[in-house]
């Protein structure tokens, strides 16, 4: 499987984190069946952009790209997003991309001019197919530049040409760097071979990225499929308009990890079916830590149950249907609803050996739908704790005992005024079975 990385010349937003999150619960389904899945994600990490922004800052690309590397693979990693296999990097396979360049010309499918290769749209039939477009709207819609060098107008760049004070490289037609579209075919030929099983992006790559390196691959390969399957990501809405930098509404990735738990967001990339749009709110984000919050609390009221992760049939056969993640948090929910309930159920008292077995199953399928989903992989208490020093805890939970001692003392007016307290540190009391519990707002 490939996943088109991102273009490491800055932040990257929230949106192209979506991507990574689905696939990352894909890539853990797949293992689940074909164990030995490999598995890509490239970075791109030679571009205009990070040309210009190297430029602007007067240094070498390496400085924005080894930066912006580290940062991404940080972010990732909070967001709970298993390392892939494989992470090429564009500018370690200039060789692969020099020798796929010069078969298409070989084959006729590419020809230089002025400096530039370009891939010959007319001499591939089929493009356009991927996407489903007529070409003059695939053209319309690429805002292609129409240079005099070009057979055609589609036609598309494989090498440019680059002035002594841009990032090159020595090739059979100059000094110059690689087109985008060529990076991905020659990366995902250079690991995973002429035909992959699947490549996976967003739906905004589909034209002209993707289109473009199903031509030029198949070319290249001499017809042979290049992926067997492709699968789109949907992008994220913000007020009901797509979040793009053009439109001033990006929420920078890095920031928000910050500002909210990473489990969170997680969760709230989720929510919606990967091929759907998804409504990128404030609040969705906090019904999304008030769902962890109940979850978790479901954990801690299991503490004293011995369990180990177990799938639950009903959370993998939603995975299964389509990656339907929906589903299967909403088997999520259930399953912690039905533990709550039978948790209450044997609250005064031992509970039998028959009670204490379903809490523990119970307890196995939250634990294993919450791995394959990439969920509840901390403790309780480090997700109750996030963001506070132990010693703060420790007050709140003594202020806590202190009134539930005031409550059986009958002395009201003090039980009254520590509640009041907690409330004006926003500290909120939950009443359970197990006894008053306390969480931050």
């Not at 099983?197 to 017809?223: K, R, Y």
């Not at 067997?228 to 797509?242: P, V």
């Not at 990006?250 to 910050?258: D, F, I, T």
Request: glycine fraction near 8%; aromatic fraction near 8%; charged fraction near 25%.
């Amino acid at each position: 499987m490939y996943l088109c990385g991102p273009t490491v010349y800055n932040y990257v937003h929230i949106g192209n984190a979506r991507g990574p999150v689905v696939f990352d619960v894909l890539a853990k389904l797949l293992r689940r069946h074909y164990p030995k899945l490999i598995y890509a994600r490239n970075i791109t990490d030679v571009d205009d952009k990070i040309n210009a922004a190297a430029a602007e800052q007067n240094v070498p690309i390496s400085t924005i790209t080894d930066k912006f590397t580290a940062i991404y693979r940080e972010d990732m990693l909070k967001l709970g997003v298993t390392p892939q296999d494989i992470e090429p990097h564009a500018t370690d396979h200039i060789p692969h991309i020099i020798a796929m360049i010069e078969k298409l010309i070989a084959s006729e499918h590419a020809y230089a001019a002025e400096g530039h290769v370009l891939f010959s749209v007319a001499s591939y039939a089929d493009y356009g197919k991927l996407s489903r477009r007529p070409m003059d709207e695939m053209i319309a819609g690429a805002r292609v530049d129409v240079a005099p060098y070009k057979r055609d107008a589609g036609d598309f760049v494989l090498w440019k040409p680059s002035t002594p004070d841009l990032p090159g490289w020595d090739s059979p037609w100059g000094r110059g760097r690689p087109g985008w579209h060529i990076e991905c075919s020659a990366m995902a030929e250079a690991h995973l071979g002429e035909t992959i099983d699947i490549h996976a992006g967003g739906n905004d790559l589909l034209f002209p990225h993707h289109e473009n390196e199903v031509a030029q691959s198949t070319c290249a390969h001499g017809g042979k499929v290049f992926a067997r399957f492709w699968i789109h990501n949907g992008m994220l809405d913000f007020g009901g308009t797509k979040m793009s930098k053009s439109l001033g509404n990006v929420s920078v990735l890095h920031g928000l990890l910050e500002a909210h738990p990473p489990e969170a967001l997680r969760y709230a990339l989720l929510t919606a079916h990967y091929r759907q749009p998804l409504d990128w709110t404030d609040g969705l984000i906090e019904q999304s830590i008030k769902t962890l919050d109940r979850l978790y609390g479901t954990l801690r009221d299991l503490s004293d149950i011995q369990a180990e992760p177990v799938i639950p049939e009903s959370v993998e056969t939603a995975l299964c249907d389509d990656l339907n993640t929906p589903i299967a948090l909403s088997e999520l929910a259930r399953i912690a609803g039905e533990a709550r309930s039978l948790r209450n159920q044997v609250a005064h008292n031992t509970g039998n050996d028959s009670e204490i077995a379903d809490l523990s199953r119970l307890k196995s399928e939250l634990l294993g739908a919450g791995s394959l989903l990439g969920l509840l992989q901390q403790t309780p208490a480090e997700w109750f704790a996030r963001g506070n020093d132990d010693s703060d805890d420790a007050r709140i939970q003594a202020l806590v005992d202190e009134r539930n001692a005031a409550k059986k003392a009958k002395d009201f007016a003090r039980s009254d005024a520590i509640r009041d307290q907690l409330a004006a540190e926003g500290i909120l009391l939950e009443d359970t079975a197990q006894g008053v519990r306390w969480r931050r707002a």
